[in-house]
Structure formats: structure tokens, C-alpha cells
């Protein structure tokens, strides 16, 4: 699904649920108590560049998905595919992953100590991000090798459950 349809009708939803989401980390609340009383700012308008015919603007983006929540077992479900949480949550993966990919045990220790673990099937979600970058066009951001060796970090830091995800996702393609 081409990328602005899905962020459409991820916006639709949220907007018939009432804005309500359940899945950003908000480390702000910490200090609620300060933010209260702090000084606030009237923030400028932001007024886009005319277009010029020299523009280069970024490729359309496809949104990747591999599982549905009926792939996960038991356990936390796994958002639907227009929800906002799941983008979110995708998002902070990738975050994760580009910060780190150069590291590959620590980009798995990373990944799979996300906060929001508990409220989601997380090693669904961390092999669909993979997955994506690796299948991304024209070419992933990474090697295709630094994504196979996370993958094999993956499977050694959760031998239990990573393995059999990973050879779901590749029965799946």
C-alpha cells in the first residue's frame, strides 16, 4: 500500500477513535509538574518553500506488511494495519535500528528491550521492520548483510520465540 493512502486512513481511524492512542512513549509526564509552570512559547507560522522545477522531492514510499493479527499466536495483539500505533511503533524500531546498525548486538539488545514490549508482539513487528528495510527501493538504507547479522543476534538474545517468527516471515514470502 503506497504510503500517504495508509497515513489517510490511519488518520481516518484515529480520528473515529477520538484521537485516543495507547502506544507513544511519553517520558514528558516525568515532569508534568514543571512543564506546568514553565514559560510558554507562541511558536511562528511555518510557511512551505514555493515549488521551483529544480525541486527534487523524496520517492513515493510503500508501507510494508508481512503479519495480521491473526499470524500471532496468543499474547498482546498485534495493531491493525491502519492503526497509528503500529506506525508509531514501526517508526521507533526503525529509529532503533538506523541508530544503531552499525553494532549488531547492540541494535538487538536494543530492539528487543523497546518500553512497550509487554502491550505488543514485538518480535512480529522487529522481523516486519527488517524485512522492510531489507526489501526497501531503489536500495536498503543498510547492507543487506548488517540486517542478517542482527537477525542472527535476534534469534541468540530470544531463542525461544525469534527463531520461529523469522521462519514464519520467510515461509510468508
Not at 512480529?124 to 536500495?139: K, S, T
Not at 547479522?149 to 525461544?160: A, G, H
Request: negative net charge; aromatic residues 8%.
Amino acid at each position: 500500500e503506497e504510503y500517504l493512502d495508509c497515513l489517510w486512513q490511519q488518520i481516518k481511524r484515529l480520528r473515529s477513535d477520538m484521537w485516543i492512542e495507547k502506544h507513544i512513549i511519553r517520558p514528558y509526564l516525568a515532569f508534568d509538574s514543571t512543564l506546568c509552570e514553565a514559560l510558554q512559547h507562541n511558536l511562528p507560522s511555518l510557511v512551505p518553500p514555493p515549488h521551483h522545477p529544480s525541486t527534487l522531492y523524496p520517492l513515493p514510499t510503500v508501507i510494508f506488511r508481512m503479519f495480521d493479527y491473526t499470524d500471532c499466536p496468543e499474547g498482546p495483539i498485534l495493531p491493525g494495519q491502519h492503526s497509528i500505533e503500529r506506525w508509531l511503533i514501526e517508526e521507533q524500531l526503525r529509529h532503533i535500528l538506523m541508530s544503531n546498525h552499525k553494532e549488531r548486538k547492540e541494535c538487538a539488545a536494543q530492539l528487543l528491550s523497546y518500553p512497550l514490549k509487554n502491550k505488543i508482539p514485538l518480535e512480529y513487528i522487529i522481523v516486519e521492520v527488517m524485512f522492510g528495510e531489507i526489501f526497501r527501493l531503489p536500495n536498503p538504507l543498510c547492507l543487506e548483510i548488517a540486517y542478517g547479522s542482527i537477525l542472527i543476534e535476534l534469534c541468540k538474545l530470544q531463542p525461544s520465540t525469534m527463531p520461529q517468527v523469522l521462519a514464519q516471515a520467510t515461509e510468508l514470502l
